[in-house]
């Protein structure tokens, strides 16, 4: 159990266009979902903490405006990577967890490309 | 301000030489410390969470262990498939988030 996937896989949009990002939780229902972001031989990242029904936390630095999360159901969250820039390119991840559990399972991730 | 610092950055072994990982951190109030492996191009994959200190387990040839300040991953006669980064991450009593360390590049040669 505790299998998360991303959708899609790889993306590559247009500078100024956005690109939406999935996140389900196919066998167990995620009360929290995390965002992360990394960089090429970096460690990740967290973008914002995401609870089911409330509107996410963002992390220092992290622009809200911009990377638009939604989280509107227990096995569904996105990010919509809005008015998108080369400077965005990176792999993204989502994790999320049970409830009353403190692991994290990681989804496969999702390589933007903004040309 | 939690910290997580893993050493050795990089390590390359042949196989069947066992080694371990470390993973040294500072945290107010340890809820909980994490071991994942990631892959090339893929999400981690969760491997051990460790509570209190003299806690252990294993997985495999995959043996974590936790004191009050750092926790060892200890890999016992790898395989070439063992390859992979390895990251250690902690939670904070109270909070969902975790903090990552910037993970160990193991590889294994066959």
């Known amino acids: 159990g505790a299998v998360v996937s991303q959708h899609p896989s790889r993306v590559i949009c247009k500078s100024g266009t956005s690109v939406k990002i999935e996140c389900r939780s196919l066998d167990f229902q995620a009360t929290t979902m995390f965002w992360y972001r990394q960089f090429p031989k970096k460690s990740l990242m967290l973008m914002a903490t995401s609870n089911e029904g409330s509107k996410a936390t963002y992390e220092q630095g992290v622009e809200k405006d911009k990377f638009l999360i939604n989280h509107a159901s227990l096995t569904l969250s996105t990010l919509t990577v809005t008015s998108a820039h080369p400077e965005d390119s990176s792999f993204y991840i989502c994790?999320?967890?049970?409830?009353?559990?403190?692991?994290?399972?990681f989804g496969p991730g999702t390589r933007l490309t903004v040309t | 301000e939690d910290q997580v610092t893993q050493s050795p950055e990089a390590l390359r072994l042949q196989e069947g030489e066992s080694s371990s990982l470390n993973c040294s951190y500072t945290v107010s109030g340890l809820r909980g410390l994490f071991w994942y492996r990631q892959d090339p191009g893929k999400g981690p994959e969760f491997l051990f969470t460790?509570?209190?200190a003299g806690e252990e387990k294993e997985k495999e040839r995959l043996k974590a262990t936790l004191t009050k300040k750092e926790s060892f991953l200890h890999i016992t006669a790898p395989k070439p498939e063992d390859s992979a980064t390895y990251l250690c991450a902690v939670q904070q009593q109270g909070a969902q988030k975790l903090v990552f360390g910037q993970g160990t590049r193991l590889t294994i040669n066959p």
């Open positions: 994790s999320a967890s049970k409830a009353g559990s403190y692991e994290q399972y």
């Open positions: 460790l509570y209190s």
